[in-house]
């Protein structure tokens, strides 16, 4: 088996540089490769969270534009009513049911908004 080839200015730097000659590189290695795989593990943790929170943001901002939408939509609906685009027995169906969307999107926001 053929000894291990290592660049001739790397051992001159390691032996050469007061300090590094009192340390193990083999030992330097394994140690510095053990913080880099913490370092990324604690930076992958922390973006797993981080977008768990972006997905609440984008769902809770979601809700928010859909709730708006839906009081639009109801505001309108006298209009309509009034210009005699629809009639009365739709006016009623329409707001019963743009309602009953509004409570359930109300229900879903009283989860973000305690």
């Known amino acids: 088996m053929a000894p291990a080839y290592h660049p001739e200015w790397l051992v001159n730097f390691w032996l050469s540089t007061p300090g590094l000659n009192l340390l193990n590189p083999?030992?330097?290695?394994m140690f510095l490769g053990v913080v880099l795989f913490?370092?990324?593990l604690f930076q992958r943790?922390?973006?797993a969270a981080h977008?768990?929170?972006?997905?609440?943001?984008?769902?809770?901002?979601?809700l928010l534009l859909r709730k708006?939408?839906?009081e639009e939509e109801l505001a309108g609906l006298?209009?309509?009513?009034?210009?005699?685009?629809?009639?009365?027995?739709?006016?009623?169906?329409?707001?019963?049911?743009?309602?009953?969307?509004?409570?359930?999107?109300?229900?879903e926001l009283e989860q973000y908004t305690g």
Do not use: C, M, P
């Open 26 to 29: 083999h030992y330097v290695l």
């Open 78 to 107: 006298e209009g309509r009513l009034g210009s005699a685009e629809i009639t009365e027995k739709i006016f009623n169906k329409r707001k019963l049911d743009y309602q009953g969307q509004l409570d359930q999107v109300n229900k």
């Open 68 to 70: 708006k939408v839906i």
């Open 45 to 47: 943790k922390r973006v």
């Open 51 to 62: 977008e768990v929170i972006g997905e609440d943001e984008k769902l809770f901002r979601h």
């Open 38 to 40: 913490l370092l990324w």
